[in-house]
Nanobody, 125 residues
Framework: QVQLVESGGGLVQAGDSLRLSCAAS????????MGWFRQAPGKEREFVAR????????YNADSVKGRFTISRDNARNTLYLQMNNLKPEDTAVYYC??????????????????WGQGTQVTVSS
C-alpha cells in the first residue's frame, strides 16, 4: 500500500523556521517527482515546490523562493521542506504528493497521483 505521511508542522511566530518531512512507503521513491503544496482556508491548493528524481528543484517564486528549500533523500524515501523566515501568510495545511514522471515535473495538483494527509502550519504575527 502506497502511503505518504507528513510531519513537522506546528504553531510558530513570524520569522521562525520549521522543517517538514514526508515519509513515503510502498513505492519506488526515486521513480517519482515529489512536491509540496499548501492550502489555506477558503483558498485553492497552491504549489509550493517540487523536486525530480536527481534533486533538481523548482519553486513557487512569488511565494517562497529564497525562504523555503525542498530536498529529498532517496535512500530514506523521505522528502523535506525547510521553511525559514516564516510569515503569517504561510499559514496553511501542507501536503506532500508524488507524480509518476521522475524526469520532468509539474506544478499542477491534478498531475500528482498520491497525497499525504497534510500537516498544519500556523504562523502568528
Amino acid at each position: 500500500q502506497v502511503q505518504l505521511v507528513e510531519s513537522g508542522g506546528g504553531l510558530v511566530q513570524a520569522g521562525d523556521s520549521l522543517r517538514l518531512s514526508c515519509a513515503a512507503s510502498g513505492l519506488t521513491f526515486n521513480r517519482y517527482t515529489m512536491g509540496w503544496f499548501r492550502q489555506a482556508p477558503g483558498k485553492e491548493r497552491e504549489f509550493v515546490a517540487r523536486v525530480i528524481w536527481n534533486g533538481e528543484t523548482v519553486y513557487n517564486a512569488d511565494s517562497v523562493k529564497g525562504r523555503f528549500t525542498i530536498s529529498r533523500d532517496n535512500a530514506r524515501n523521505t522528502l523535506y521542506l525547510q521553511m525559514n523566515n516564516l510569515k503569517p501568510e504561510d499559514t496553511a495545511v501542507y501536503y506532500c504528493a508524488c507524480y509518476d514522471r521522475p524526469f520532468s515535473g509539474s506544478s499542477r495538483p491534478d498531475d500528482y497521483n498520491i497525497w499525504g494527509q497534510g500537516t498544519q502550519v500556523t504562523v502568528s504575527s
